[in-house]
């Protein structure tokens, strides 16, 4: 029998009171509603109404579960109609935040493609390396990069973020390239400032443990792109994102190190101030950003539009 049918036929009797008041709506017969609940209890061995001659009451348990019924009702219908011709449009302002870089390659690109599907949102896109306080600011999303600090925001994990160890062939032919990370120490490193990196260091897999080293050089700046720009220049290495260096590398412009000790993937997350009552326009957003970043060669040709 199907669960949903189950669950529809529980929220109607226990709202209604009745088995014949809810067969009644969907015409059938209120033994039909009986069969359908009595397969649910069975199924979740609980009881859910108490049935006598006279009236239908919820158990404890079946209070708690219609609740979570109705709001997965309300859901499942937001859903539908998301998707349905002729169903709910989304609107309303959608206010968005991210990292400048990424910001700039793989989420303002693609806002005039959602604004096109919703012609009915308007869009405010925040790009800034700061950590913007979502909820305190009134912003719908927030795109982030790397791991995720504990925090009573909720995160939709979006896609993975791969860090590398890159020098231009200019530096590491003057240079040398590192054999393992504790060489690094004697090599100019390209570092974020402290005040701007949310980031415990350069991440390396050293002997099967995952370490994190703070190299140091002459040069540090708080913008990624510039420190990207001073690599290509071969003035040092630096620890970047495949999503930024990922062109260079095929051109031949930089080159990895240190490949063999590379850091698993962090991750590419949607933060949202609230799971429930999402508004469609929050909900439509997140979903487009999963639907591009999935596919690798959306990727591929943003490295090569870059």
């Not at 913008?223 to 051109?251: F, K, Y």
């Amino acid at each position: 029998m199907d669960r949903l049918k189950q669950i529809e036929s529980f929220v109607s009797v226990a709202t209604r009171g009745s088995l014949t008041a809810a067969a009644a709506v969907e015409g059938v017969a209120p033994a039909v509603m009986g069969r359908r609940i009595d397969a649910l209890e069975a199924r979740l061995g609980v009881k859910l109404l108490l049935r006598t001659t006279r009236r239908i009451t919820l158990t404890h348990e079946g209070s708690a579960f219609l609740e979570d019924c109705q709001r997965l009702l309300v859901e499942f219908a937001n859903a539908e109609s998301s998707v349905s011709a002729g169903g709910v449009k989304a609107s309303g302002l959608l206010r968005l935040t991210a990292p400048a870089g990424f910001g700039r390659r793989h989420v303002a690109p693609l806002v005039p493609d959602f604004l096109a599907l919703h012609p009915d949102v308007s869009v405010s896109l925040n790009l800034s390396d700061r950590v913007v306080d979502i909820a305190g600011e009134g912003y719908d999303c927030a795109v982030r990069l790397g791991d995720l600090p504990d925090s009573s925001l909720v995160s939709q994990r979006l896609a993975d973020n791969r860090r590398l160890c890159v020098g231009a062939p200019a530096y590491l032919k003057r240079a040398g390239a590192p054999k393992h990370p504790s060489e690094l120490a004697r090599h100019a490193c390209l570092m974020l400032s402290s005040d701007a990196s949310q980031t415990r260091g350069w991440a390396f897999r050293i002997d099967g443990e995952l370490s994190y080293l703070r190299p140091s050089g002459r040069l540090d700046c708080s913008d990624g792109q510039v420190l990207h720009d001073w690599c290509l220049r071969g003035l040092g290495l630096a620890w970047r994102s495949t999503w930024e260096v990922e062109q260079d590398i095929a051109a031949g412009r930089l080159q990895t190190v240190l490949d063999d000790f590379a850091a698993p993937p962090n991750g590419i997350y949607a933060l949202l101030p609230q799971r429930k009552h999402l508004p469609l326009r929050v909900r439509l957003w997140v979903d487009f950003l999963k639907q591009h970043y999935a596919k690798p060669e959306y990727w591929r040709s943003s490295a090569k539009s870059a």
